[in-house]
């Protein structure tokens, strides 16, 4: 396998796909599973229950715990962090940690919080410093704390208002399925 960890990483997983990076003061548990092109930056721990797709960013300071599951094409921003727990106490473990699902696509703002057992759906849009509280449907922007439902984007990455309209171009999209096309 064709991998690169830094020197100052404590990586104790063997599932490591291809041309995957891990930065110095990572630390990653033995029994997480992490794909190929996947880049992991400095100062990050992912728990042993945690698997990451391909072609996944997760900036610096990003915690991942035991539960969560990361698709592949996500981006994680900075210091974004997940929980497991949801009445957490010390020395006191529930008998399964809630599962976190971050579906294929998706991107989570710098400093965003991630409350355990939700979905967030294909290629949404977490804004920076949002405490999202449930599960988010496809193609959609949430942001705030908590956060709520601002608008939608377009697999092209468009953000669009409630109405579904690019404000820059004025172009009008309407939803097939849930995502949004050019009407």
């Given at each position: ?135 988010v449907p496809p193609y959609t922007v949430w942001y705030g704390n908590p956060a709520v439902h601002k608008g939608y984007i377009t697999p092209n990455a468009k953000i669009l208002d409630m109405n579904l309209l690019d404000k820059e171009s004025n172009v009008q999209y309407v939803l097939e399925g849930y995502k949004?096309?050019?009407?």
């Open positions: 396998m064709a991998f690169n960890i830094h020197h100052l990483a404590d990586v104790q997983s063997n599932n490591i796909g291809n041309d995957t990076s891990i930065w110095q003061f990572c630390v990653i548990l033995k029994n997480a599973v992490i794909g190929s092109n996947v880049n992991i930056n400095c100062n990050c721990f992912l728990e042993n229950d945690v698997i990451i797709g391909n072609h996944v960013t997760i900036k610096s300071g990003v915690q991942i715990w035991d539960g969560v599951t990361i698709e592949d094409h996500v981006f994680i921003g900075p210091n974004a962090t997940f929980t497991n727990d949801l009445i957490p106490r010390s020395k006191v473990y529930p008998e399964e940690f809630k599962k976190t699902l971050v579906k294929k696509g998706a991107s989570i703002g710098a400093n965003a919080t991630i409350v355990a057992g939700i979905e967030i759906g294909e290629f949404s849009f977490i804004g920076a410093g949002s405490v999202v509280t449930k599960s949004p096309v050019i009407k």
